[in-house]
């Protein structure tokens, strides 16, 4: 079974200009989330889909975040304009159904924002 | 107030010794779930076990086991023969609600490092 992908792994940017992430989560999970990861410390959730609609973006800074799960399936999450302290990875998970309720994590994308 | 306190930055352990992680939870839910998340330096947090607010024996994965201690609300990573591959981030994380609940909170994690 394949795993979480992300792409891309590593992203610079200046600040002010535009980023996105894609990533598509493991087959036939229908929930999907988006992390940010700031260096030191636990991740903390930006925005969770369930198949293609919103459960929860409380913690999504709208103003410059956004985040789309076209078809229930792949997703991107696009940052703009982004800031300094925006630098940090950011992860996607999915899970099934089924289960205690465990995370299936991807490799993350590490965003430098110069 | 935190919901996932974990207090030791970071632990160093001789290879094939045993170590402890430590972890609290604070939670005013009676079903909740308590998991441990490895994180080596390629980035991608790997799931290791599982501790159900309900459960009433401690759950173990192989060389993991948790020390689920429900009145001190601690549940505590125990590595068993440490290898020098378990060096990584280990993160404890809660999930409050039953199965269907859906969101996780992460701890700020500990960095363990086996020493040859």
């Known amino acids: 079974e394949a795993g979480v992908a992300q792409s891309p792994r590593y992203k610079i940017i200046e600040k002010r200009q535009s980023v996105a992430f894609w990533c598509n989560p493991i087959?036939?999970?229908?929930?999907l989330y988006w992390y940010q990861q700031i260096l030191g410390q636990g991740p903390k959730l930006l925005i969770q889909f369930q198949n293609n609609g919103v459960v929860d973006d409380s913690q999504l800074p709208k103003d410059r975040f956004s985040a789309e799960r076209l078809k229930g399936v792949d997703s991107t999450l696009k940052i703009q304009p982004a800031k300094l302290e925006d630098s940090a990875v950011y992860l996607c998970?999915?899970?099934?159904?089924?289960?205690?309720?465990?995370?299936?994590f991807g490799p993350g994308t590490r965003l430098t924002v110069l | 107030a935190q919901k996932i306190t974990q207090t030791q930055p970071g632990m160093f352990v001789q290879e094939k010794e045993a170590v402890t992680l430590d972890c609290t939870y604070d939670t005013s839910d009676q079903s909740y779930g308590l998991f441990w998340y490895k994180q080596p330096s390629s980035g991608e947090m790997i799931f290791l076990i599982y501790q159900g607010s309900y459960d009433e024996q401690n759950a173990t994965e192989g060389r993991y086991s948790l020390n689920f201690q429900k009145a001190r609300k601690s549940a505590n990573l125990v590595i068993s023969a440490s290898q020098l591959g378990d060096s990584a981030m280990y993160f404890c994380?809660?999930?409050?609600?039953?199965?269907?609940?859906?969101?996780?909170?992460f701890g700020t994690g500990t960095r363990l490092t086996v020493i040859p």
């Open positions: 087959s036939g999970h229908a929930t």
């Open positions: 994380a809660m999930r409050e609600g039953g199965t269907g609940a859906n969101n996780l909170f």
């Open positions: 998970a999915s899970r099934r159904t089924e289960g205690v309720g465990e995370q299936f």
